[in-house]
């Protein structure tokens, strides 16, 4: 192989033989392509938390109190609210953590169930559960799950199951992964 070139714009890719019939040595020319996209392009990504503790009971949709990061107008979270609206088509990534501990009174073992809903109904593998045995400690709950967005607009939601139970550190990152 002899020589790659960088071409100008808009011509064609060529290759000359600089060696001999019998001994080829193969120069390219390839032509300089257009510049590519820089920055955060067409990225849809929202991240919300909420950190002053907040009590739950049965099916309690957890509130979060502030957004983060916010790139893009495909989803929206209106603070302090449960809910957060997707608005464009697609597979969304969401992920999920917070920490909650059981209320001292209620029966033990208490069993906490935390799901992510589209629309008021749980995502197929999005939960998570925790029995706590006693009316103490914290455990943290966290978890990922893709989604699929067809009907517009979609509502998220984290939910929380537990007689009682408290909720604090929570977070929420919503981020598109493909465009459908």
Request: hydrophobic letters at 35%; glycine letters at 10%; aromatic letters at 8%.
């Amino acid at each position: 192989m002899g020589t790659v070139t960088t071409g100008e714009a808009g011509t064609e890719a060529f290759v000359t033989n600089s060696g001999t019939p019998d001994a080829a040595v193969f120069d390219f020319t390839i032509p300089k392509g257009d510049t590519g996209a820089t920055g955060c392009m067409n990225i849809q990504l929202l991240s919300a938390y909420s950190t002053p503790s907040q009590f739950g009971t049965n099916n309690t949709d957890l509130i979060f109190d502030n957004n983060s990061v916010v790139v893009g107008d495909a989803i929206s979270h209106e603070t302090p609210s449960s809910e957060f609206i997707i608005s464009e088509t697609g597979i969304y990534s969401v992920e999920f953590h917070g920490d909650f501990t059981p209320i001292a009174g209620e029966p033990y073992p208490l069993t906490l169930t935390v799901t992510i809903n589209q629309d008021d109904v749980p995502v197929g593998g999005a939960a998570a559960v925790h029995v706590f045995p006693c009316p103490s400690g914290v455990t943290n709950i966290a978890f990922t799950t893709p989604i699929k967005v067809d009907n517009l607009p979609t509502t998220i939601k984290v939910v929380g199951d537990a007689s009682k139970f408290t909720y604090t550190n929570v977070g929420l990152s919503i981020y598109q992964v493909a465009q459908c």
